[in-house]
């Protein structure tokens, strides 16, 4: 590629210049738009907008020229495709492109015009560099509102722009409507859910989203999305968001505030029944049909559904004959415990919350009954002779049966006593049930049950795992 079309990286970008190459992966892109042409009454002149990134950063890339030749190169490509552009202007960035399209740091805007010859091609290959690209954040990872904080600020907040990050609820199908001056327009309207509240609505407008956000999973997939537009909803009197041309979404982004939302919802989706509605996932994977695997195994599960396109449940449950490499029951920082409502479940801020943010919880009507709770929550690694599984979550009840006792007795322990504790689980094996959703990227496993096997159980389980590796 690079020696067909020598490529210029977009901090390298420099004004003024032409028959500049790019390429990078598609994180925006616009629906073409056709206008009359201010030169000749006759004639009309369309133009869309892609935003391009690659390792050094991302630039806005506008498409000029006729409707046929606009709209013939942006058939050619989607949202999350590798392309290379080729024959591309380099100019300063205007006002106009900052107001109606993603921010970025670049100084610079990029061009192709029909009479330059500039063409756009999708690219055929792995480039995993470009497509890890899709998980990268595009804003620090901390820069977000919760969405409770946006809903408290209720119509405070009317007309701001911000950045959320929160869990797919649900989404509707791709709806109908006119508009109050007559246009008929699609929309599609997603809810997030995030620790602290279980419902903000965001509608989607723009059609060259709509099937990118389709592919996103209920109650799996973490987004982050940047410059949203919050409204005030008279209807259901609440706030709620809307993209825009400056809009852009990463999905199932690579920080510890998504990994750790991930493992929230991972963790509360079978238990809040009322939150979530019915889940059907247990069902797929039955406890006595669990079979044993090597670490090898399992990440060898993860690939073949990664890339054979296979029909298989995206629930994985297996057994698994390990010892804990990484067991930091004793870390001072990150403590392995924190707090949730009794009643739900509902991950809290601190104890010394009033009241629980889920708004389906009981509680919020009988607030004499809400109550908060601690509970475990840490991460641990899982290692045997073909390899290691590290940020393993495990959950409250496997942890407990661990420790054998409840968290506020081991909160009470001396740092010896801890030790001691943790000392007789590091680097002993053990049987642990796995339970991991393979249609994730990255795949986070999942700790249900953890405990010492009896000899003759461990004899068992490892010479049935040579004979299930896959």
């Given at each position: 590629?690079?020696?067909?079309?020598?490529?210029?990286?977009?901090?390298?970008?420099?004004?003024?210049?032409?028959g500049v190459n790019i390429l990078g992966i598609v994180i925006c892109k616009?629906?073409?738009?056709?206008?009359?042409?201010?030169?000749?009454?006759?004639?009309?002149?369309?133009?869309?907008?892609?935003?391009?990134?690659?390792?050094?950063?991302?630039?806005?890339?506008?498409?000029?020229?006729?409707?046929?030749?606009?709209?013939?190169?942006?058939?050619?490509?989607?949202?999350?495709?590798?392309?290379?552009?080729?024959?591309?202007?380099?100019?300063?960035?205007?006002?106009?492109?900052?107001?109606?399209?993603?921010?970025?740091?670049?100084?610079?805007?990029?061009?192709?015009?029909?009479?330059?010859?500039?063409?756009?091609?999708?690219?055929?290959?792995?480039?995993?560099?470009?497509?890890?690209?899709?998980?990268?954040?595009?804003?620090?990872?901390?820069?977000?509102?919760?969405?409770?904080?946006?809903?408290?600020?209720?119509?405070?907040?009317?007309?701001?722009?911000?950045?959320?990050?929160?869990?797919?609820?649900?989404?509707?199908?791709?709806?109908?409507?006119?508009?109050?001056?007559?246009?008929?327009?699609?929309?599609?309207?997603?809810?997030?859910?995030?620790?602290?509240?279980?419902?903000?609505?965001?509608?989607?407008?723009?059609?060259?989203?709509?099937?990118?956000?389709?592919?996103?999973?209920?109650?799996?997939?973490?987004?982050?999305?940047?410059?949203?537009?919050?409204?005030?909803?008279?209807?259901?009197?609440?706030?709620?968001?809307?993209?825009?041309?400056?809009?852009?979404?990463?999905?199932?982004?690579?920080?510890?505030?998504?990994?750790?939302?991930?493992d929230y919802a991972l963790e509360y989706a079978d238990q809040l029944k009322?939150?979530?509605?019915?889940?059907?996932?247990?069902?797929?994977?039955?406890?006595?049909?669990?079979?044993?695997?090597?670490?090898?195994?399992?990440?060898s599960r993860i690939d073949k559904y990664a890339h054979e396109n296979c029909?298989?449940?995206?629930?994985?449950?297996?057994?698994?004959?390990?010892?804990?490499?990484?067991?930091?029951?004793?870390?001072?920082?990150?403590?392995?415990?924190?707090?949730?409502?009794?009643?739900?479940?509902?991950?809290?801020?601190?104890?010394?919350?009033?009241?629980?943010?889920?708004?389906?919880?009981?509680?919020?009507?009988?607030?004499?009954?809400?109550?908060?709770?601690?509970?475990?929550?840490?991460?641990?690694?899982?290692?045997?002779?073909?390899?290691?599984?590290?940020?393993?979550?495990?959950?409250?009840?496997?942890?407990?049966?661990?420790?054998?006792?409840?968290?506020?007795?081991?909160?009470?322990?001396?740092?010896?006593?801890?030790?001691?504790?943790?000392?007789?689980?590091?680097?002993?094996?053990?049987?642990?049930?796995?339970?991991?959703?393979?249609?994730?990227?990255?795949?986070?496993?999942?700790?249900?049950?953890?405990?010492?096997?009896?000899?003759?159980?461990?004899?068992?389980?490892?010479?049935?795992?040579?004979?299930?590796?896959?």
């Amino acid at each position: 590629m690079d020696e067909e079309y020598p490529v210029t990286l977009v901090k390298d970008l420099l004004p003024d210049s032409g028959g500049v190459n790019i390429l990078g992966i598609v994180i925006c892109k616009h629906t073409p738009r056709t206008f009359k042409d201010s030169r000749s009454q006759n004639s009309t002149r369309c133009v869309s907008t892609l935003t391009l990134r690659d390792k050094s950063g991302y630039v806005n890339c506008n498409i000029w020229g006729g409707e046929e030749y606009v709209k013939e190169l942006c058939r050619g490509y989607v949202l999350g495709d590798v392309v290379i552009i080729t024959n591309a202007q380099v100019s300063f960035k205007s006002t106009s492109d900052e107001n109606f399209n993603p921010s970025n740091q670049s100084q610079y805007t990029v061009a192709i015009g029909e009479k330059q010859g500039g063409k756009i091609a999708a690219c055929e290959g792995e480039f995993n560099d470009l497509k890890y690209l899709l998980h990268a954040p595009v804003r620090p990872h901390n820069d977000y509102y919760n969405l409770s904080e946006i809903l408290e600020h209720g119509e405070s907040m009317e007309g701001q722009f911000v950045n959320i990050l929160g869990v797919v609820k649900n989404m509707t199908t791709v709806q109908q409507v006119r508009s109050k001056n007559g246009r008929d327009l699609e929309k599609i309207e997603i809810t997030f859910f995030d620790d602290k509240s279980d419902s903000f609505t965001v509608v989607v407008w723009e059609p060259e989203y709509f099937n990118y956000v389709q592919q996103w999973s209920e109650k799996r997939t973490v987004v982050f999305a940047v410059d949203i537009r919050l409204n005030y909803n008279k209807f259901k009197k609440r706030m709620q968001g809307s993209f825009t041309s400056k809009t852009l979404c990463v999905q199932d982004p690579d920080t510890n505030e998504a990994h750790q939302l991930y493992d929230y919802a991972l963790e509360y989706a079978d238990q809040l029944k009322n939150f979530f509605g019915d889940d059907d996932d247990a069902d797929l994977c039955q406890i006595d049909e669990v079979k044993c695997y090597t670490i090898e195994g399992i990440r060898s599960r993860i690939d073949k559904y990664a890339h054979e396109n296979c029909n298989d449940s995206p629930l994985f449950r297996g057994l698994a004959y390990v010892a804990i490499t990484n067991f930091n029951i004793d870390d001072n920082v990150r403590k392995p415990w924190n707090i949730r409502c009794e009643s739900c479940k509902f991950r809290l801020s601190s104890a010394s919350d009033q009241e629980c943010r889920n708004e389906s919880c009981v509680t919020r009507n009988e607030p004499e009954k809400f109550l908060a709770e601690q509970f475990y929550d840490m991460q641990l690694s899982l290692s045997d002779h073909t390899g290691t599984l590290d940020q393993c979550r495990i959950s409250h009840t496997a942890l407990e049966s661990m420790l054998g006792m409840p968290v506020e007795a081991f909160q009470s322990l001396n740092s010896e006593d801890i030790t001691e504790i943790k000392w007789s689980w590091l680097m002993e094996r053990c049987k642990v049930r796995l339970k991991l959703s393979l249609d994730k990227d990255p795949v986070r496993p999942w700790i249900e049950l953890c405990e010492k096997p009896s000899f003759e159980e461990a004899m068992t389980l490892i010479n049935s795992s040579t004979t299930a590796r896959t």
